[in-house]
């Protein structure tokens, strides 16, 4: 690759890494024909510009739409950054987009809003027949004045139509409108789109300007779409199927016109499953019968039988599910029920049969639909009368339409049915809800990338190459993968052989207090601040409270439902602190600890996945959908969780000056686990270049290593700790 390279004008830095050459010449290649990419580039490498520079100029060069998206708040900041550098360089139409619910000012629904939106153009376009007329009937009056008679006859038809207009536009403003909106529809907008194109504006920005001129931003935005050269959004613009038709249709581009870009592309997986999951609550269902038994309709006696029927089986399964106690220690988040069996339908579906009793399951089926697509239709009209405060979603429609796919799709592949429980905080009311669990993402992605014209998928941890190009559906993608490009030897990477911390045996105290003795050892051996990863919360603080009572260091712990921001800028505004999270929490990828940030990270333990049913079924379907017997395990449980250990690992080591420690907590992560541990051995579940660095140590010799390793890189400022 030459500097002369096209895309190198949209490149807005002096020069880049070797590594970014590369893999920006081979993606721009693998785009230009149409394939899909798989990008795997250690952090702090520049995965973003390397996948989005060559992106650029193919859309430049073939008429296309570039769409970057992420599930990373903290990764949507990113690139606005990147957007913003690369305008300086090469002007660029960018546009970063959020969903309605992040931007509205009155806060309403999709279907109110809709409503709200038709009222309101329907007010504006009334207004403008109306001064239409106005000015017709001015003119035929000067004719007539003239002597003109058949204006005269003219000018008596318009006035007619007149009247008819001003009753309609009477009727029409008692109606449900959004100023707002109004405003977009009758005010000079280049203003704003003028603004909004002079830089790369955040949607809080566009916001608060839109706000502030009492306009809708997010409309305006919609209709900024089209045309521009870049849309950075959220996966769910790209994942929901039918979010995506519209999202194109405001792109004003077919797919094959879209080329996409994922970033943080290792969570697609559990993303798309997610968006292809259905459920129905107990709630529902309690108010489509109640939506019933006050329609005036020959059809709801129908509906309700067979809702009802549904209904109770739901109650009686979760019920009869319940052993002694088991009712009282439901909480607020919601437990999954098993109701699956591998010889016959779920116990739902068979007790939603056993009480069912009427004229058929799909004549009572069909005439719940009819009727819910009548009353949606009646409360849709209500809202835009304005009879209406909020536009009323119709229950029966959502019940029935659940109903109908639990029995027609409740046996297709990949799909697991399940039923949970949750207690109402403010009623205390235990309730429940049946959930068709979606177990094969490819049913979700393998369409999508069929549609776009290209994908480039780019994480810290794609690899294997050839998982995920099964598990996501891709054809023959490009391959590429880049290790960390700084010096090796301003990094140690240790596989601490302390006791494996199987969930039998984190209660031994012997394995607690070798656990705790290392993770002290390595945190005063740390000139600076030290990262702690963990299992699960419980572990997180397990340890925090243990290292509080020897360590002389500050101990931060993370917590569910506090502001992880908050607590990362307190972390590292210290010096030779320490702090305790989740590996499954939001600290563990997308955030950076930069430079003196954090300077040594631990894993302890191997933090795999919570083995409920829903992990079983994912692995019995990969099992049968992939054909082999651990398929399933290597698949859906440890390439995953080996995924989470090294995103764990890439918070420290970002640039060629940073200095550090990562080590992993548990004799499994050894090589030499293999021969007693089987399946429990992930060593080799590392891509092989990161095998290769991690250095086998036992407990009692990691101080000694680091203190070492530090020593020798003038880490410390003064005196060295004492091992």
């Known amino acids: 690759m030459s500097e002369t390279a096209g895309y190198m004008r949209f490149f807005p830095y002096d020069q880049p890494y070797e590594n970014q050459r590369e893999a920006m010449d081979r993606i721009h290649n693998a785009l230009t024909r149409g394939q899909n990419v798989l990008f795997e580039g250690a ?11 060559p992106a650029l100029e193919v859309a430049r060069e073939q008429d296309k739409t570039v769409v970057i998206t992420t599930n990373v708040h903290q990764q949507m900041r990113q690139f606005v950054a990147e957007a913003r550098a690369i305008t300086r360089e090469e002007r660029i139409r960018a546009v970063v987009f959020k969903g309605k619910s992040s931007m509205c000012h009155i806060d309403v629904g999709y279907e109110e809003c809709q409503a709200l939106r038709d009222n309101t153009r329907a007010v504006v376009d009334t207004e403008r027949d109306k001064r239409q007329l106005e000015r017709r009937q001015r003119e035929l009056l000067t004719e007539s004045q003239d002597g003109d008679s058949g204006a005269a006859d003219a000018r008596s038809a318009v006035m007619d139509e007149l009247e008819s207009l001003e009753e ?14 109004r405003n977009n529809l009758t005010e000079d907008t280049d203003d704003f789109f003028g603004w909004l194109f002079e830089d790369v ?14 306009l809708c931003g997010y409309e305006l935005l919609k209709e900024g779409l089209e045309g521009v050269d870049l849309v950075v959004c959220n996966y769910h613009h790209l994942l929901d199927s039918t979010i995506r038709q519209q999202f194109f249709r405001w792109l004003g581009r077919d797919p094959e016109d879209v080329i996409v870009v994922f970033d943080e592309a290792h969570n697609v997986e559990d993303a798309a499953r997610e968006h292809a999951t259905r459920t129905c609550s107990e709630r529902t269902f309690d108010s489509a019968l109640d939506e019933l038994a006050e329609a005036d309709d020959s059809r709801a006696e129908n509906a309700g039988n067979v809702l009802s029927a549904f209904h109770r089986a739901l109650v009686e399964t979760y019920e009869a599910s319940f052993g002694f106690g088991d009712r009282e220690a439901i909480g607020e988040n919601w437990t999954d029920i098993s109701i699956a069996n591998d010889d016959r339908r779920d116990d739902l579906t068979l007790e939603f049969l056993q009480r069912y009793s009427g004229r058929g399951i799909d004549d009572d089926l069909e005439a719940a639909m009819e009727l819910g697509q009548e009353l949606d239709e009646q409360y849709e009209e209500a809202y835009r009368e304005g009879e209406t405060a909020t536009r009323t979603e119709c ?10 796919a639990w029995l027609d799709e409740g ?23 049946a959930e068709l669990y979606s177990c094969l993402p490819r049913q979700v992605t393998g369409r999508l990338f069929e549609e776009v014209s290209s994908t480039v998928l780019m994480s810290a941890t794609l690899q294997p190459f050839d998982v995920t190009e099964s598990v996501l559906g891709l054809e023959e993608p490009v391959t590429m993968a880049y290790g960390l490009q700084f010096p090796a030897d301003r990094r140690r990477t240790y596989a601490v052989e302390t006791p494996p911390l199987f969930a039998s045996d984190r209660d031994d105290p012997d394995v607690q207090e070798t656990v705790t003795e290392t993770i002290h050892d390595a945190v005063r051996m740390t000139p600076g601040n030290t990262l702690a990863f963990f299992p699960n919360y419980g572990e997180a603080g397990r340890y925090a409270d243990r290292l509080e009572r020897r360590s002389e260091k500050t101990v931060y712990l993370d917590e569910p439902g506090e502001s992880v921001e908050r607590l990362r800028q307190r972390f590292v505004a210290d010096d030779g602190a320490v702090l305790c999270t989740s590996l499954w929490g939001t600290l563990a990828e997308g955030v950076s600890f930069d430079g003196d940030d954090a300077t040594t990270v631990l894993v302890v333990g191997v933090p795999y996945p919570h083995l409920d049913d829903r992990a079983e079924a994912v692995q019995e379907a990969y099992d049968a959908a992939f054909e082999g017997t651990e398929t399933g395990w290597r698949y859906a449980v440890e390439i995953p969780t080996i ?30 686990a293999k021969s007693d541990l089987g399946r429990y051995s ?11 660095e991690l250095l086998d140590i036992d407990p009692e010799k990691l101080k000694f290593a680091m203190l070492n390793f530090y020593g020798d890189h003038d880490a410390y400022d003064g005196e060295s700790p004492r091992p």
């Open 643 to 672: 995924r989470k250990t090294r995103q764990a690992l890439g918070r420290v080591i970002r640039s060629p000056e940073d200095v550090g420690v990562r080590a992993l907590l548990d004799r499994r992560y050894s090589r030499t």
């Open 682 to 692: 992930v060593n080799s579940t590392f891509p092989h270049e990161e095998r290769e």
């Open 411 to 433: 046996t297709a592949e990949g799909l697991y049915p399940v039923v949970a429980v949750t207690r109402d905080a403010g009623t205390d009311e235990v309730y429940g809800r």
């Open 395 to 404: 229950q029966t429609l959502q019940a029935a339409a659940f109903v109908s």
């Open 43 to 53: 952090c702090g490498t520049g995965k973003t510009l390397s996948s989005l520079v």
């Open 168 to 181: 309609r536009l009477d009727d029409l403003e008692k109606q449900n409108v959004c100023e707002y909106y």
């Open 201 to 214: 504006r955040t949607p809080d920005e566009i916001y608060e300007y839109a706000d502030s001129q009492q």
